[in-house]
């Protein structure tokens, strides 16, 4: 029987094949806090590709075996925030239930830093990085999860804690340099990136251009970092772009072998 | 392939200052949005009130609509219907051809931009003056509007004051605001003064009282609707709100949401003619109907065409208006393409967004635009048979996790080949202004296996 | 053929009423009035807003005050131009150097008009708008044309929000061709983003608050 102890970690295809490192720095923040943390090699895709493409069919299947191959677990981390909110939101669209089992996990499945500040009270992690840093908020995390206040709100709407800028707060050393642009999308946008390249990289090169004060870029998707990392090793200007979970893991030993 | 949109922003993103001063003008727009709308202490309740009222009316447009027609009438309009843009532009011109109009005024209606009106009038021999400075200044240069209230936003002073030169012979060299406007100003009182009848849009339509809503801020429909004795008003069946009291509701969002404004600067409420005038309303329907019977689009029915989603919206701000070749660009032109048909490719706009949500969140009405981009997604996918086939396959290796690992250890392999430019390189696309990540070589997924568990 | 034309509208009415009436779902209700928001009100809010978009106000003044400091806008916004005031306006102001509208009067009999001197019915303290009645500007053109617009308003109109404002409109507001709401001099920033006063219609809008 799983406990709130164990995690089951979701590691989207994309940090699968070409971020692997980030994965690694979510188990070792997460065990270091005294979780046990479960990876099923046999995990594939959320099903986000195909439906961004409209390919609601192929979607479903994958969203099916997704929830089936993490249905044991009360917790359910991701160093994504934009499978998260297909997870937890878009799921709908394919007819899977706002109810029962299913609805459960997909409220319970957390990006890495919600899952931090809003469970586990913005644990310091004894993290150390002495550089300025900008603040990349991806938009899926930022406005369909809510990690942080949008730009666009009135003074009406309820208050948001920042997830990343709480987090990146227990940081020693680190300087948070600030946007002229708090929330703009940095143009990679999945499918838009490859059928737009001229709009996605001129979008990309403008947020590396507001962040040009910074020695690093940080964000909760590796999606959106890759592709500023790609603008940036075209132009050869701008700040490196990091992932949240690899600030917060420098304190950290390397993650135990079992 | 890339998306024709991308291609004709090639030419736009060619020029880096026009570039910037487009993305600048447009964001500035939105920062004024930002700052009167943290003035406002119930910004929220008023997007869920009149997304309320909206969805209501909707809901019964049949009703309301005749409703409209009959107060209307009452108060001496007459009330025309058009189920499409050719209908409207037959009506529009039958009408003027009847009074013998030679020279028409007009002030800003995207309606008649979405149904051509302007040529179908200009052939059959009738002067269109279009009168809020920015229509004047595309029509002046033969272009369309590149934005839906600032038409003309993609043009810098200079290139203004030399259209104007050519066309008004106003001095060489002008490129100061003021004093082009000055000089734009006194060529079309002349016109207004000259003007047979005036054509407007019409931002409400108020079903209880009949009246029709017009909001500038130049007072250019204003001047229309009070000096020539014939007022053609286009609306679309949309347009309609409930009763006197839900206009404050709607005109609190517009003008804050368009410019910053706490509002226009004229709001004319008219409930019939000017004595001694002929009111006439066009009801154009025009694909409108067949949105309101599809529930995923039924929403982008309460656009009130403020612009605020093109302001916030970074593909809009960079690839500017014309990228979109339609009538409306941005992302609610992108949601209305497919369904008011104006002109061939709008199915394709559905892509060009990169999905960052940033117009449902600024929209006044609350509409879910990038929900809607999805929904177009998905009824009208674009993708070839071999796109579909490619995607079957791939999804299906998604499903097969040992596929999948072998996909990815296959993919490694190809990748550093992959990164390099090369003719017939699938990774052209991203490669363009782009490189591809590094490879790390082996994938979480092995390290794990390799580190965490005991071979099988 | 007018017969053929009048049946082509009317069948394009049942048309697009058929296809409506077979989309409305006749489902969702009017959610109700707005709540007012909490909104400062007065003179003084009103007055700050008008500045903010462009207007100039002036008083709050009383009695013979008003008919000086209308004379004074009179010759500084003029010059040697002409002055027409509106009937119900100039009934507040009382004899001076402006003429009369009328309503009988085409609308290009305004054409040359320096100064126009209109009644406001309602000021609204959220956006600097003042609501002018059908039936207080006959000759609606007059409020366009004109160079200069100056509007009298009594302080007593104020109201915090356009809500108020809507409610707080004489019940004939809609029996007279138009109602409209004025907020500032007519402006454009058509060229570059440039603000520039004096688009098509007046250059300048002056607000006299009114103590009665």
Redesign the interface.
């Known amino acids: 029987m799983a406990t709130e102890r164990d995690i089951g970690l979701f590691i989207p295809c994309y940090v699968d094949q070409l971020a692997p490192e980030v994965g690694w720095a979510t188990v070792r923040i997460l065990e270091h806090l005294g979780h046990r943390v479960h990876y099923d090699p046999e995990q594939t895709c959320c099903g986000q590709p195909f439906l961004n493409t409209g390919a609601a069919g192929d979607a479903a299947r994958l969203a099916r075996g997704h929830l089936a191959r993490f249905a044991r677990f009360d917790a359910i981390v991701c160093p994504s925030g934009s499978c998260v909110a297909t997870v937890r939101h878009r799921f709908g669209e394919l007819g899977f239930g706002e109810q029962g089992d299913e609805a459960r996990q997909r409220a319970n499945t957390f990006e890495l830093g919600e899952y931090l500040v809003d469970r586990l009270g913005t644990p310091d992690l004894g993290a150390r990085f002495p550089h300025r840093v900008a603040l990349l908020q991806s938009c899926h995390g930022l406005r369909d999860l809510g990690l942080g206040p949008r730009s666009e709100t009135g003074p009406d709407a309820e208050p948001v804690r920042n997830v990343v800028e709480q987090l990146l707060g227990t940081v020693s050393g680190l300087e948070l340099v600030p946007s002229s642009r708090a929330d703009e999308c940095c143009g990679f946008g999945g499918s838009f990136a490859v059928k737009f390249p001229e709009v996605s990289t001129r979008m990309g090169r403008a947020r590396l251009e507001d962040f040009s004060a910074a020695e690093y870029v940080t964000g909760t998707d590796v999606s959106c970092l890759l592709h500023l990392a790609g603008v940036r090793a075209h132009t050869g200007t701008g700040p490196i772009p990091i992932h949240l979970a690899e600030i917060l893991a420098s304190g950290l030993g390397e993650a135990k072998a079992s | 392939m ?2 024709r ?3 004709r ?2 030419e736009v ?1 060619a020029d880096e200052d026009a ?1 910037r ?1 487009h ?1 600048a ?1 447009v ?3 939105r920062q004024r949005r ?1 700052a009167a ?2 003035e ?10 009149a997304s ?2 909206k ?2 009316l ?6 309301y ?2 409703r409209f027609e009959t107060q209307a009438r009452a108060a001496g309009v007459r009330v ?4 499409d843009a050719a ?1 409207a532009n037959r ?1 529009v011109s ?1 009408l003027l051809a009847a009074r013998q109009v030679r020279q028409v005024i007009k002030s800003k209606s995207m309606l008649t931009e979405e149904c051509g009106l302007n040529p179908v009038l200009e052939a059959r021999g009738i002067e269109v003056v279009d ?4 229509e004047r ?1 595309v029509q002046l240069a033969g272009e369309p509007p590149s934005h839906i209230i ?4 993609h043009r ?2 200079f290139e ?1 004051g030399a259209l104007f030169h050519r066309t008004m012979g106003t001095p060489e060299g002008e490129s100061d ?2 004093r ?3 000089l734009a ?1 006194a060529d ?2 002349r016109k ?2 000259e003007a047979d009848a005036a054509i407007t849009g019409v931002n409400f339509a108020v079903a209880e ?1 009949g ?1 029709i809503v017009v909001v500038t ?4 429909a ?2 229309g ?3 020539p004795n014939l007022h053609i008003a286009c609306m679309g ?1 949309e347009k309609l709100i ?1 009763a ?2 839900d ?3 709607f ?2 969002l517009l003008a804050r949401s368009a ?1 910053g ?15 001694g005038a002929e009111l006439h309303v066009v ?1 154009v ?1 025009n694909g409108r ?2 949105l ?2 599809s529930d995923g689009h039924r929403g982008a029915l309460g656009c009130i065409r403020c612009g605020a989603c093109l302001n ?1 919206c ?2 809009y701000r ?2 500017g208006g014309y ?1 979109y070749d339609q009538p409306i660009p941005g992302p609610i032109g992108a949601v209305l393409a497919p369904s008011l048909r104006a002109k061939e490719g709008g199915a394709e706009l559905a ?8 117009c ?3 929209c006044p009405m609350r509409i879910d635009l990038h929900g809607q981009l ?1 929904a ?6 674009t ?1 070839g048979a071999l796109e ?1 086939v490619v ?2 396959v ?3 290796a ?4 040992a596929l ?2 072998a996909a ?1 250890r296959t ?2 392999n190809f990748w550093s080949l992959l990164g390099r430019r090369f003719a017939g390189n699938p990774a052209a ?2 490669l ?6 590094e ?2 070589g ?4 092995a ?3 390799r ?3 005991t071979p099988k | 053929m007018v017969a053929t034309k009048g049946n082509t509208e009317v069948s394009a009415r049942e048309e697009i009423l058929g296809r409506i009436r077979l989309a409305a779902l006749h489902k969702a209700r009017h959610p109700g009035q707005h709540p007012p928001p909490a909104l400062p009100g007065g003179w003084e809010t009103f007055a700050g807003r008008l500045e903010s978009v462009g207007g100039t106000p002036h008083g709050p003044v009383a009695g013979a005050e008003l008919r000086r400091m209308a004379f004074d806008l009179a010759s500084t916004r003029a010059g040697d131009g002409r002055i027409v005031a509106e009937p119900t306006a100039a009934d507040w102001l009382g004899p001076g150097p402006w003429q009369l509208a009328s309503d009988a009067a085409i609308p290009h009999a305004y054409e040359d008009v320096a100064v126009g001197f209109v009644r406001g019915r309602v000021a609204c303290a959220e956006n600097g708008a003042v609501a002018v009645a059908g039936s207080d500007a006959t000759s609606r053109a007059l409020l366009v044309l004109c160079q200069h617009l100056v509007l009298i308003v009594s302080v007593d109109s104020v109201v915090p929000d356009l809500h108020a404002g809507f409610a707080a409109l004489p019940a004939d507001a809609f029996g007279h061709h138009h109602l409209t709401w004025i907020s500032g001099p007519s402006k454009t920033a058509d060229i570059e983003q440039a603000l520039v006063y004096g688009a098509h219609g007046p250059l300048t809008l002056d607000v006299i608050g009114v103590e009665r």
């Open positions: 890339t998306a949109l991308d291609q922003a090639r993103l570039v001063r993305d003008s964001f500035d727009l930002d709308v943290a406002v202490p119930d910004w929220e309740a008023l997007r869920e009130r309320g009222i969805r209501h909707l809901d019964h447009l049949d009703r609509l005749e025309h219907w058009a189920t209908s009506i039958e009168t809020d400075l920015g200044i600032v038409p003309a936003i810098s002073r203004i605001p003021e082009l406007t000055r100003r079309l009182r207004f003064t009282t009246s801020n130049e007072g250019n204003d001047l609707m009070s000096l069946l409930p006197m009291s206009l404050p509701v005109l609190r410019t404004q706490p509002i226009s600067v004229y709001t004319s409420v008219v409930t019939g003619p000017r004595p009801i329907d109907s067949e309101l019977a916030t970074p593909v960079k690839a990228a892509q060009a967004s990169s999905l960052c949500g940033s449902s969140a600024v999805l177009w997604r998905r009824e009208n996918r993708a579909r995607t079957f791939a999804a299906t998604m499903t097969r996790p999948f690992g990815g993919a490694a696309s991203w363009h202004g782009r490189e591809l990540p490879h790390p082996e994938s979480f997924r390290q794990w296996l580190r965490r568990e």
